[in-house]
């Protein structure tokens, strides 16, 4: 549930917001991922108008309603206010009209002047609250940016995870979230992966404590958030178990329906882990380039077989005369 208010807190002082009217109101819900213009409905035309979406009114609404009389002013703005509309924002901090400023304070809606136009408070409003209401879960792991990628470290507890995010951060790579990583569905096209403000820029490692990563390497090591381009599990080694040797077969994991690649990595002593996740996020990067060194060898052998078959056959065909 996202109120008014915390839309308030957040971005007042990047919109340079500021409430003259219905305070009261700041407890109102946002349901609606949208803000939207009143446009054609301030001249009488509301069959399409939607009611329960941010409010945002330009210099050219508040010219129009200015050179409407006093009465008509009033009934076509409470045709389009409603006790579901959550706020109503002037751009470029023009001066409302007082009909507007009144019916406002009467039915509690929360009116905002802001210093950005109209136009630019459509677009930072839409990016807002679509991140907002964007698909979310919660995931336990580590999530680090290892040569620019995003990896997500999963695996049982004490298997080594943030052993193995310290060490690739001695290496010059980056924390996003120790533990607990919070993943949303950006743009319903990829996946984005942060931290809780408690937790930011904390590890957790055993034997040791909590340690302030930021405080300890330098803010260099440390970003807010990162986009997750790949899932590994770290396993205890199992003799028993067969692990993929040649690569030609990817894995993916389905998060918020969306298919990150997802690699098993078996630990045992004296595997370099930091180095095998290294190695990973090159290689994912190599196939995002077009070059699959799995598949390259493959035809390669292929090859090489299919040239070495009319040989033998000549040469059984030899033995048999």
């Known amino acids: 549930m996202y109120l008014v208010e915390d839309f308030y807190k957040n971005y007042e002082q990047e919109l340079g917001l500021r409430i003259i009217a219905g305070q009261l109101g700041l407890n109102r819900v946002i349901r609606k991922p949208e803000a939207q213009r009143p446009g054609l409905s301030l001249s009488g035309y509301i069959p399409h108008f939607v009611k329960n979406r941010v409010m945002v009114i330009g210099r050219t609404e508040m ?47 929360p009116l905002f002047l802001s210093h950005t136009s109209a136009t630019e408070l459509m677009a930072k409003l839409t990016f ?16 680090v940016e290892v040569f620019g990628i995003g990896v997500l470290i999963q695996g049982e507890s004490s298997i080594g995870k943030s052993e193995a995010a310290l060490g690739l951060i001695e290496r010059g790579h980056r924390l996003i979230s ?10 319903s096209a990829y996946l984005v992966g942060y931290g809780p403000d408690l937790t930011r820029h904390l590890m957790e490692i055993r034997g040791i404590g909590i340690i302030n990563v930021a405080h300890l390497y330098g803010a260099v090591c ?18 028993c178990h067969f692990y993929d040797r040649v690569g030609l077969e990817e894995k993916f994991c389905d998060i918020l329906g969306i298919s990150i690649p997802f690699n098993v990595l078996p630990v045992k002593p004296g595997r370099d882990v930091m180095l095998l996740i290294e ?34 056959s000549i040469h059984e065909m030899r033995q048999e005369s």
């Not at 009465?71 to 924002?89: E, F, G, Y």
């Not at 120790?178 to 743009?187: A, M, S």
């Not at 440390?222 to 003799?239: F, H, N, S």
Request: overall charge positive; hydrophobic content about 40%; glycine content about 4%.
């Open 222 to 239: 440390v970003r807010p958030d990162k986009a997750l381009d790949i899932v590994v599990k770290l396993e205890k080694w199992d003799d």
């Open 128 to 143: 807002v609250l679509e991140e907002k209401f964007s698909p979310s879960v919660m995931m336990h792991g580590t999530l």
């Open 178 to 187: 120790d533990d607990v990583v919070k993943v949303y569905k950006k743009e």
């Open 279 to 312: 190695t990973i996020a090159l290689n994912h990067r190599l196939k995002h380039m077009g070059y699959h060194s799995a598949k390259e060898f493959n035809a390669k052998l292929l090859q090489a077989i299919s040239k070495r078959q009319p040989r033998a």
């Open 63 to 109: 010219g129009y309603l200015r050179d409407m009389e006093k009465d008509l002013r009033k009934m076509r703005l409470k045709n389009i206010l409603s006790n579901q509309t959550p706020a109503v924002i002037i751009g470029k901090g023009h001066r409302p009209v007082r009909e507007l400023t009144a019916i406002c304070k009467d039915m509690e809606i």
